[in-house]
T-cell receptor, first 116, second 112 residues
Framework: DAGITQSPRHKVTETGTPVTLRCHQT?????MYWYRQDPGHGLRLIHY???????DKGEVSDGYSVSRSKTEDFLLTLESATSSQTSVYFC???????????????FGAGSRLTVL | GNSVTQMEGPVTLSEEAFLTINCTYT??????LFWYVQYPGEGLQLLLK?????DKGSNKGFEATYRKETTSFHLEKGSVQVSDSAVYFC???????????FGPGTRLSVLP
């Protein structure tokens, strides 16, 4: 997966518990993203980061927070998981800049989260 | 805001049939356009892209042409194989930032 690792790949948890998903990259790309994938909705952006400690909200950010303390790591936290957050979560990276091919997304393998 | 619309699926074809998956977009300026493919149990992979009007992206027998006059980026393949069975996503990136917008995806099943 082009130097992107998501962990855990599968998690089952209970409503109300905190959950953290980790995305780790070895590409030194500037931009990192968290998406969720749900049937009928395609991919929806949760949060993204444009550098260390620089993050912004996407279209479905409620109930989620993120942190990026190092270039290579982007954490997605569900402070108190709900059943509506059952989904497959994908991390993606983008180099950014003007180099040809720099502005494409490369995805991780996904993390399947089930909230009971 | 920016948006991407794709034809509803699922699409079921026989092997060696011709494939078209329609994609239209709404965006300001001149976005870059992409097709991504997702095989079962995997993440999305870039299939092809086009960055300006009239560009044709191509890969693995798939093609799509950036049509600004019709705001479209339809995906085509002349002869599909069983191994092409997957979900296909059309996407755009506006040229003012690094945000990507995806369509809902079209599931393709190719029967032998």
């Amino acid at each position: 997966d082009a130097g992107i690792t998501q962990s855990p790949r599968h998690k089952v948890t209970e409503t109300g518990t905190p959950v953290t998903l980790r995305c780790h990259q070895t590409e030194n790309h500037r931009y990192m993203y968290w998406y969720r994938q749900d049937p009928g909705h395609g991919l929806r952006l949760i949060h993204y980061s444009y550098g260390v400690k620089d993050t912004d909200k996407g279209e479905v950010s409620d109930g989620y927070s993120v942190s990026r303390s190092k270039t290579e790591d982007f954490l997605l936290t569900l402070e108190s998981a709900t059943s509506s957050q059952t989904s497959v979560y994908f991390c993606a990276i983008s180099e950014g800049g003007q180099r040809t091919g720099a502005n494409v997304l490369t995805f991780g393998a996904g993390s399947r989260l089930t909230v009971l | 805001g920016n948006s991407v619309t794709q034809m509803e699926g699922p699409v079921t074809l026989s092997e060696e049939a011709f494939l078209t998956i329609n994609c239209t977009y709404t965006a300001t300026g001149y976005p870059s356009l992409f097709w991504y493919v997702q095989y079962p149990g995997e993440g999305l992979q870039l299939l092809l892209k086009a960055t300006k009007a009239d560009d044709k992206g191509s890969n693995k027998g798939f093609e799509a042409t950036y049509r600004k006059e019709t705001t479209s980026f339809h995906l085509e393949k002349g002869s599909v194989q069983v191994s092409d069975s997957a979900v296909y996503f059309c996407a755009l990136r506006d040229n003012y930032g690094q945000n990507f917008v995806f369509g809902p995806g079209t599931r393709l099943s190719v029967l032998p």
